[in-house]
Every structure is written in structure tokens, then in C-alpha cells.
């Protein structure tokens, strides 16, 4: 299983947010910097969003991303204002590893297909962001169905992976749920990364154990609550 700390940027800084809202962001520095510091710490990947972009804003902070990448050199996936298929293969044509497409994927599927066909489907990953069950888009503000049923159909148009968040503790530091990460993974046969409400190493061992690829880690990382070398080891 592998883990990808989380370098979420609003406003050109690091922020980590509480479900999704922006006034609930607490700031941890340059971008850049906290990515080396991930890196340096033992990451093998990372997990890059662009609130600015899933807010509505697509265009900023193209700079910073670009900056990750020339100083990383690590496995990237990137989510957050990917509004287009254009906007996609930009992010691809640059050099990040893998895309996520939340809201692109939901309002226009067949996005899914053409991505996965010319980049290839190990580069595509439909994100399954679920509150109360439902599938949330536009920043997470807008519900869009049973997120059950739109990771089936993420997996019959092409997609390689899916992210599924749990947006009802996602911020929290309260611990995981496991009954929807178990239901989505007996849904489907996709890769699943899981994030939100990821506290300590007993919740990423029971991802482990419930079969998901991968963990995001983002706030209980930033306040210390987990650390990045024992959580790779657990998930080793």
C-alpha cells in the first residue's frame, strides 16, 4: 500500500482544510518546501491539490505545481480545477504522473474515456469524494449521485484508479469509517486510494487490511499526530 502526503495550495501557500471549507484553512508554508520536506522525510509519492483550481480558479498556482515537480522528481498526482480534457493533458503533458478527476469526470464521463485511451488508464483516477453516500462536485458543494453506482461506472469507461474521500470526516482527526471503504471496495476490482478522517497508524493498518492501494495523509501528518516513516513501515 502507498502512502501520499497531502500538499494541498490555496492561495499560493500549503493549507490543510476541514471538510472541504475554505475558511477552515490552516496555513503550513511554502508548497514547495513542504514537499521536500515529505521527500526528504522517506515519501515515494505525493498527493497534489489545487484548491484554488476546485474552487473555480484553474490557472493559479501552475507555477508552484510546475516548482513540485522540477524539485521532487517522485510519483505525482495531481487533482483540484481540472475543468477540461485540455486541462488534463496540459497536467500530463508537464510531467505529473496521474490525474484525478472529480467534478470533470461526473459532468462530462465520456472525459474519462478519451483521457484513459490516449494517456493510458494507469494515468486517469476518478475521484469518488462521498458525503452521506452521495457523490459531492464543485468543491464539494454540489451532491451528484450514489457514489456506489459512479464508481462502477468509473471503472466501465476506462479509469485506472479511483480516490475515494470520505468528506464526512474528512479534516476531523476523529478516525475513519470503514463501512463505506468496504463497500466501495467490494463494488469494484479498481485500485482505491482512501483519504479523509485518516488519524493514526491503526487507521491506516485497517485500510491495509480492507484491501486499499493507497492512503492520503494530510492533516494528522501536519499536526504530528502521524509520522510519515511509521506509516510507511505500516503500510509495508
Known sequence: MRVFPAV????????????????????????VDCARRWVEAGAEALHIINLDGAFGDSGTNAGIIKGILRETGIFMQLGGGIRSVKDARSWLETGVDRVILGTLAVREPESVSILSEEAGAARVMAAVDAR?????????????????????RFEGLGAGSLLFTNVDVEGLQQGIRTEPVKNLLAATDLPVVVAGGITSLGDI???RDLGASGVVLG???YNGRIDLGKAMEVCR
Do not use: H, M, N
Open 219 to 221: 492533516s494528522a501528518l
Open 8 to 31: 494541498d495550495i490555496l492561495g499560493g501557500k500549503c493549507v490543510q482544510l476541514v471538510q472541504g471549507k475554505r475558511e477552515t484553512a490552516t496555513v503550513f508554508g511554502d508548497p
Open 132 to 152: 452521506a453516500g452521495q457523490v459531492v462536485v464543485e468543491g464539494w458543494r454540489d451532491p451528484g449521485g450514489d457514489y456506489l453506482g459512479w464508481a462502477k
Open 205 to 207: 493498518a485497517t485500510l
